[in-house]
């Protein structure tokens, strides 16, 4: 009887949810038809008043009265459309939030040699720190250019490639490998039009689990809250490092590996010795060039602690802050080099760097972040409870001439 009450109070849910997505779809729908209808109506009202028309200078008057009110009338129209078009993504704690609370009596109610407790998660969402945590607070430093370095304002590497999802054991796909010839002027008909050859050589992307636990005391279970909130910020943080690690670096596995950013990258062939130098050639120098200006440079990863070098540098006389105008930048707490989106992470070494085209990979998802919680015989010894979240995940590098590493 428990069972069946529960069903149906869970379909009523659903049904109540439903309803409120087609009464808001409405909603927008009608406000939408509402400027439109209004826009034609206006458009009408003038375009009437231009028969009573005596003068060029009344007809200038009236056309620009005109123009202006369709502007306004457009922009609240765009702005409705943007609106339906930008819906904002729940976040990743958002979800957690939302399976932990519909699993309370569960979770509170969970006793040693119970079953496994699984926390399914409705989507992914928004996994970037920014959205999961808008009220960090920073650290704040300022330096001439306002260096502001925030802790969780961190760009993580997953966020910033294109994305893609799986249901295999692994992925195939084409990987650019060179070619020969290239278009050319054909002038006289009577020769062959210019030939050129592309090489793709077949290459496998594993997926890899990447997996964490949280052990907590059971005291814990009786705070939701406070649960909630714990879980939240341990474990994101830390499968967003390990994911950072896996693109960069790959693993060792011979048998299936995925190989990471840094082994797919080409070395920097340029001539520069400063380090935000060659950087900026091997964005907009060794990239175009190798790869015959099909890739663009999106991308660029360094050691925090050059992050701060950077931004920080001074010249050897005056003692001045001289981070070249216009080529680097902070602002929001992010670094900027020459347009570059700027990734700190500890997962390079100091000293070194890579830039890349962020269109030339793909970061490729098996299985969204998933979270259950476990009591075996040896945590219930000390009272505590385990909380694992995993994912399957890989990595694709189409071309590795769009990757550059230097030291």
């Known amino acids: 009887m428990e069972n069946i009450e529960k069903e149906q109070a869970e379909l009523l849910e659903k049904q109540k949810q439903e309803a409120l997505k087609n009464v808001k779809k409405a909603a927008e729908d009608a406000a939408q038809n509402a ?33 202006k009110q369709v502007q306004e009338l ?28 519909s699993n309370e009596d569960a979770i509170r109610g969970f006793r040693k040699g119970s079953p496994e407790l699984r926390l399914t998660l409705k989507a992914v969402g928004d996994m970037s720190i920014a959205a999961n945590f808008p009220a960090a607070t920073p650290f704040i430093q300022e330096v001439n ?23 295999a054991n692994s992925i195939i796909y084409p990987k650019e490998n060179g070619g020969e010839g290239a278009a050319a002027l054909w002038t006289d008909p009577a020769t062959a039009k210019a030939q050129m050859d592309f090489d793709f050589a077949t290459k496998t992307a594993y997926f890899k689990w990447v ?5 907590v005391a059971r005291e814990m279970l009786d705070d939701i809250t406070w649960l909630t909130s714990y879980l939240q910020q341990k474990m994101l943080i830390s499968l967003k490092t390990a994911e950072n690690g896996l693109i960069l670096n790959g693993d060792a596995d011979v048998s ?18 400063a380090l935000v130098d060659k950087i900026i050639d091997a964005a907009y120098g060794q990239i175009p060039e190798d790869t015959f200006g099909f890739y663009v440079p999106s991308t660029v990863v360094i050691n ?15 003692g001045e802050y001289d981070v070249p105008a216009g080529t680097v930048n902070f602002a929001n707490g992010r670094l900027s080099i020459a347009g570059l989106d700027t990734v700190a992470s500890t997962d390079i070494v100091q000293s070194n760097f890579l830039v890349f085209d962020r269109n030339a990979t793909m970061f490729i998802r098996r299985m969204s972040p998933e979270i259950r919680m ?9 009272n505590k409870v385990m909380f694992r979240i995993e994912e399957r995940v890989s990595l694709a590098v189409f071309n590795d001439k769009a990757l550059v590493k230097g030291a």
């Open 374 to 382: 476990y009591e075996d015989s040896e945590l219930a010894k000390y």
């Open 211 to 215: 997996a964490g636990i949280v052990v």
């Open 256 to 273: 299936t590996p995925v190989d990471g950013l840094l082994k797919n990258a080409t070395v920097y062939d340029g001539t520069y010795t």
């Open 145 to 167: 250019t306002n260096l502001i370095y925030n802790p969780y304002n961190r760009v993580w590497l997953a966020d910033l490639l294109p994305q893609a999802t799986s249901t």
């Open 74 to 101: 457009q922009a609240k129209l765009k702005e409705i459309n943007q609106t339906r078009g930008t819906i904002k993504q729940k976040t990743f704690n958002e979800y957690l939030a939302e399976a932990i609370k």
């Open 35 to 67: 400027v439109q209808e209004l826009i034609d109506k206006k458009m009408s009202e003038i375009v009437s008043k231009f028969d009573n028309v005596a003068t060029k200078e009344e007809a200038e008057t009236l056309k620009s009265d005109f123009y």
């Open 304 to 318: 925090p602690r050059d992050n701060v070098a950077i931004g920080l540098n001074k010249a050897a006389g005056s």
